[in-house]
């Protein structure tokens, strides 16, 4: 094994992390597509599809360290949910935690000059700043546009263009 027990259980933590992740934006994205707001499905269908990426980037990282990754269960996300800015404001407080996770892994591959997991780490430090930005971006626009039915209504159109636009890697 080329990474210490720490790391390997720090990232696999971090396996369990995305993947939940992952299933919390997927039971967003089908609350949105029952409740009407289909710019908002699209956007969380992808983040999920997205969060399933990290994850398998970890596994694979895992696996070729000679550390065995380990498939989590999930833990069941909510089936409903107050509005799409709640939901918003949940993705927000997410995105937090993962970034909190993550930092704390580059301090254990800077402690442990884990000089390949502090390389591999930098991909996601970069992809978290824009996670975070993201969603701060997207619930300024309740503020901006507003909140009633129109307002959402723009809002969701924003989050149908923006689901449909590539998103841009972050530089590693
Ligand atoms: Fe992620
Ligand atoms: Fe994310």
Request: aromatic fraction near 8%.
């Amino acid at each position: 094994m080329k990474i210490s027990p720490k790391m390997k259980k720090a990232l696999n933590d971090q396996v369990a992390l995305e993947a939940n992740a992952s299933s919390s934006y997927l039971a967003m994205a089908s609350w949105c597509e029952v409740t009407g707001y289909e710019g908002g499905a699209s956007y969380f269908y992808a983040q999920s599809d997205e969060e399933r990426t990290h994850m398998l980037k970890i596994v694979h990282y895992l696996n070729d360290m000679g550390a065995t990754a380990t498939i989590p269960a999930t833990k069941a996300p909510a089936t409903s949910y107050k509005s799409l800015e709640a939901i918003i404001k949940t993705a927000l407080k997410s995105e937090q935690t993962v970034t909190a996770a993550i930092h704390k892994m580059v301090e254990i591959a800077q402690k442990e000059k884990d000089h390949s997991t502090y390389a591999f780490l930098e991909w996601f430090v970069n992809e978290q700043v824009q996670e975070e930005t993201k969603f701060e971006t997207l619930l300024q626009k309740f503020d901006l546009i507003g909140r009633d039915k129109l307002a959402i209504n723009e809002i969701d159109k924003l989050l149908a263009a923006q689901a449909a636009a590539p998103e841009a890697e972050p530089a590693a």
